[in-house]
């Protein structure tokens, strides 16, 4: 015969059929933070209201072009480096251009000016974009509507 502790014991023995979520819910919410954080920090470049055209866009490649952009206040920025938000001088940016177009020599250069921005400006950075080795230069543009 069974004495009573063996009874008690094999009753508490059950099995238990239910799915603990809460280290799902903790990863999920610890993702969400990370997510919400790094989300602003994607965002490169410089804020530039580009016309409108209607042209046909230039096939993608792997590579990312080198990209002269030109504000409204006339302020040029290169997408190279840390510090691709802040302006640069004209002599860094023929510079930096420069060491980047003799190293790839096949890479896309573009120019992106503002609506806003003086005709002789664009040109300018076209002109040192030339200087500084690049044989094609192409203007970016938003599409209509």
Not at 9 to 33: A, C, F, G, H, K
Not at 71 to 95: F, H, S
Not at 104 to 118: A, E, F, I, W, Y
């Amino acid at each position: 015969m069974r004495s009573a502790s063996q009874r008690v014991s094999r009753r508490t023995r059950r099995q238990v059929s239910e799915i603990n979520v809460v280290p799902y819910i903790d990863v999920m919410l610890v993702l969400l933070v990370i997510f919400m954080i790094t989300a602003p920090l994607l965002r490169t470049g410089v804020e530039i209201d580009l016309p409108d055209a209607d042209a046909t866009p230039i096939p993608g490649d792997a590579q990312d072009p080198l990209i002269l952009s030109v504000d409204e206040t006339g302020e040029w920025y290169l997408n190279v480096g840390e510090t691709q938000d802040e302006p640069i001088t004209r002599q860094e940016a023929l510079k930096l251009s420069s060491a980047i177009i003799r190293l790839n020599p096949d890479k896309r250069v573009m120019v992106q000016g503002d609506t806003l921005v003086d005709y002789g400006q664009v040109m300018q950075a076209m002109v040192m974009l030339q200087k500084a080795g690049a044989s094609e230069i192409g203007l970016m543009a938003e599409p209509p509507g």
